[in-house]
Nanobody
């Protein structure tokens, strides 16, 4: 069974850092791009960051550019989201997703999703 499992969420003060991890299992994720999305209470899901299969191409939402860094582990089946200089508006449930082919900003283009991990940033 294919699974994406996120970890690393929690409560942090504004200005702090967290590192989210997403471990993929159940298949070989050759040629799969991976992304992070988030959903804040009462808001639509939004794109955060994405990385290509090779890890060589990354993209970010303007709201997190310069603060967040997405990367893949050496085994390519793990993706990380390093979040620095966190703000209260970053509070949301963060989910990782995978899609075969190039990375995308659009959540509907992703086939596989994790359950999500809560990130709460206090002011």
């Amino acid at each position: 069974q294919v699974q994406l499992v996120e970890s690393g969420g929690g409560l942090v003060q504004a200005g702090g850092s967290l590192r989210l991890s997403c471990a993929a299992s159940g298949r070989t994720f050759s040629n799969y791009a991976m992304g992070w999305f988030r959903r804040a209470p009462g808001k639509e899901r939004e794109f955060v960051a994405a990385v290509s299969w090779s890890g060589g191409t990354t993209s970010y939402a303007d709201s997190v550019k310069g603060r967040f860094t997405i990367s893949r582990g050496n085994a390519k089946n793990t993706v990380y989201l390093q979040m620095n200089s966190l703000k209260p508006e970053d509070t949301a449930v963060y989910s990782c997703a995978a899609r075969r082919g190039p990375s995308s900003f659009y959540s509907y283009e992703y086939d596989l999703w994790g359950q999500g991990t809560q990130v709460t940033v206090s002011s």
